[in-house]
Each structure stands twice: as C-alpha cells, then as structure tokens.
C-alpha cells in the first residue's frame, strides 16, 4: 500500500531515497483505489520524532503495494518539547480536532519516555486516554506500542504494568500461540521481535482483563495480543517498527552515559543481537573507554560503523506481514467514510465474527 506525500513531512522524501513507493498527492489523486486514512500519535522525545516517524511509516508503507496510504501525524500539547521539537510538530503535524473532524481509519499510538513512578501521573495521561476514548467510538482499529500499551491495559482494563527490575532489551524469539487469528494468517510461527522496557504486562493480566494472546515469547513475554472484540484494539509490547540499528543507538547513548557519568555501571550487551566479533570489539572499546576515563583523557569514538556492519534484521519481514493483515482487516472491515468505523452490515463488538461463532 504506497505511501502519499500529501504533505511537506521530510519522511516522506526519506523513506523515497531509501526506495520506498512514495506517490505525489496530484498522482495519488488520479487513481481509482479507496485510499486509507491513518492516523500516528507520536509521544517520542523531541530526538526520536522523526526517526519513530520514518519506522511506522516505512513498516505501514511496505506492507502491500496496492492500495494508498495518507499518514495523518499528531501529538499531544502535554508533552514537553524543546525548540526544535515544537518547530517540527507546528510545521508538519495536524491538529488532533482537524484530524477528528475528518475522521480515521485505523489509528496507531506509539511509546514515550516516562518521568513517573504511575503513568496517571504524568501529564499526557488525560489527553491521551480521551484520544482512546475517542478511538475505540469512531476509528475502526487502534495499534498501541509499547507504552501505549501499558497505558491502555491500566487506562481501559485497569491492569498495571509491573517493574522488571532491569532493562529487558534485546531481540528475542516469539512464538504464535493462536494460528487462526486474521493478524497472524501466513505469519512464521516462530519469529524475533525487539523489545526495549523496563517493565511488563504479564500474560495473565491480559487474560485477566479477557484479552486474546497471540504471539508470546518464554523469555520476554507477551508481545502481541487483541481486544475482547479481537480486532477494535491491538497491542504491541516489543518493537517490530525498530530499525537495524535502534538497539545499537540505545546501547550507544547508555555507554555515553556511563562515560559522562550518569550511570554507575557499565551497560551490558544487548540480547541477542551483537555477533561475537562486534562483542570482541565493543569489550575492547570499553577497556579503551575505562582507560581515557582514568587518565582524564579524550575518550575514543564509539565503533559503530564496525558494528553496523555485522547486524542483522531477524524480524522486520513478519512485522510486514502482521501489518499487512492489520491493514488488510481494516480495509475490509472499514466504512467508505471515514468518519464511521465499520460497514453498516459489520458488528462492532465482533466485527471479525470470531467472537460470536
């Protein structure tokens, strides 16, 4: 489903260079094919905004070659933002009312960085939780991320998210646990996802709150589930939006820390995802690292183009294919204006007909 540069947002050229199909709005305009509305609530850091843009958009934007796709950004004015920040969501993203006005087809939500110990704690939580609301009445289907996972299982079921007791990061092997749900059809049954968190929704308060789990992995937990109507929300824990480099940027900004002395430890590696050889030469970094610090001298750059070069990306192809069905669900479920979530004939309380069956 091409992508439509129906606005100035710099993604768009980005993801053209990368060799993305990207349709000019005159083009777009000139054919025949019921276009798809879809709204992104972007809570990340003024410094991941556009690369959180660029990731949900390549990840929607790839998924299918058929249909077109308008991308309608948004955030919320609770978040704080510095200059640049606001700079970009002025010129670039809408206004939620506009977009409400219009009307949406399929909504996602991505994560943010949290400040307090409860999530109804922190600012954006009122607004955001009126965007559910808003959501789950007027939008076919909602995508939440991570944090906006979190957020919606306490929000809506009033299931809260437990501390790990350290950072689950890595890349770590899933398996399908329900093979007849629609988002899942023609997926591998066993596939990777990223997962980046300091805290978790277990299983059994997704069945508590009687949620359907469908992808699970034995060490990271739940990564994929739906709502009780199996479609209406759909929720991530992992990151299968991340780039082949994310985690190796997380990893980076960590060993910054630890170099200007914001965290006592040095970070360890991330699961699953660095080779033996990068491993060899990030150990050797750190010593060079340990050694600078010592002496009060200039610490080394961070190797990263030698670790660019040995990563792999074990999970982006069934990340397309589960938001190709996604897409392909909302497409045939949606109602041809986009102010009404579901066909006439649909039932919003099961509009897959499995609930019922």
Request: with cysteine.
């Given at each position: ?170 890349v770590y092997p899933h398996r399908v646990v329900d093979r007849t749900h629609p988002l899942v059809a023609g997926v591998n049954t066993r596939f990777d996802v990223p997962h980046s968190r300091f805290n978790h929704i277990s299983r059994k308060q ?152």
């Open positions: 489903m091409p992508l439509v540069a129906h606005s100035e947002l710099p993604t768009f050229s980005r993801l053209k260079q990368e060799g993305q199909t990207v349709l000019p709005s005159d083009y777009a305009l000139k054919q025949d094919i019921r276009a798809m509305h879809i709204g992104l609530l972007n809570m990340m850091p003024d410094a991941a905004l556009a690369a959180t843009e660029r990731q949900f958009c390549r990840l929607v934007g790839e998924s299918n070659q058929i249909a077109q796709f308008y991308i309608h950004p948004f955030t919320l004015d609770a978040l704080e933002r510095g200059p640049q920040g606001r700079a970009h969501v002025a010129r670039y993203y809408e206004p939620l009312e506009k977009i409400q006005e219009q009307g949406l087809d399929a909504l996602i939500i991505t994560g943010a960085n949290v400040t307090q110990p409860d999530l109804s704690l922190e600012p954006f939580w009122e607004p955001l939780a009126q965007v559910i609301d808003w959501a789950y009445a007027n939008v076919t289907s909602t995508l939440c991320s991570c944090l906006a996972t979190h957020a919606v299982m306490q929000f809506r079921y009033g299931q809260t998210r437990s501390p790990l007791g350290f950072k689950r990061w890595g997704f069945e508590a709150a009687g949620l359907k789990v469908l992808v699970e992995s034995e060490e990271a937990g739940v990564h994929l589930a739906v709502s009780e109507d199996e479609f209406r929300i759909v929720f991530f824990q992992g990151h299968p939006e991340y780039d082949i480099i994310s985690l190796l940027k997380e990893y980076k900004r960590e060993v910054a820390r630890y170099a200007r002395g914001e965290r006592k430890d040095y970070p360890p590696f991330v699961d699953n995802y660095f080779c033996p050889r990068s491993q060899a030469i990030l150990e050797e970094y750190r010593d060079r690292l340990d050694l600078a610090l010592k002496r009060g001298t200039t610490p080394p750059d961070f190797p990263e183009q030698l670790i660019c070069e040995h990563l792999d990306n074990t999970w982006h192809d069934t990340a397309e294919a589960v938001i190709n069905n996604w897409m392909g669900n909302v497409y045939q479920y949606t109602h041809i204006d986009r102010k009404k979530p579901f066909r006439d004939e649909v039932d919003p309380d099961d509009p897959l007909g499995r609930v019922k069956a």
